[in-house]
């Protein structure tokens, strides 16, 4: 059974912009917080925003502050990540998450989407 499932990938140029959006199975939206990790080309699973369970918060990774933005929307039970500026190092795969708690350490969230793929060229 597939709870989380993402959309919006794609490819685009240097400095361009994408939007992926996450819906959530409801049973498992309320309650939990949100957010994306990203795994680049050879190396590990990183954490890259976070958004608490009202929104009240939100948490990004050094290398993407300024330029991603997460947010939740309640109503359509969907996680999103704007992303602007991107860059060619921001090339991965994209996967959102919910449980954990306010740290970005894989093992600790408990559902995973199955990933959608952001390639950014030069």
């Known amino acids: 059974q597939v709870h989380l499932t993402e959309s919006g990938g794609g490819s685009v140029q240097d400095g361009g912009s994408l939007r992926l959006s996450c819906v959530v199975s409801?049973?498992?939206?309320?309650?939990?917080?949100l957010g994306w990790f990203r795994q680049r080309p050879g190396l590990e699973r990183e954490g890259v925003a976070l958004?608490?369970?009202?929104?009240?918060?939100?948490k990004y990774a050094d290398s993407v502050k300024g330029r991603f933005v997460i947010s939740r929307d309640s109503y359509k039970k969907t996680v999103y990540l704007q992303m602007n500026d991107l860059k060619p190092d921001d090339t991965a795969i994209y996967s959102c998450?919910?449980?954990?708690?306010?740290?970005?350490?894989?093992?600790?969230?408990?559902?995973w989407g199955q990933g959608t793929q952001v390639t950014v060229s030069s």
């Open positions: 998450v919910a449980g954990g708690d306010w740290q970005f350490k894989p093992s600790m969230f408990s559902y």
């Open positions: 409801a049973h498992i939206y309320s309650g939990r917080n």
């Open positions: 958004v608490s369970v009202d929104s009240s918060y939100t």
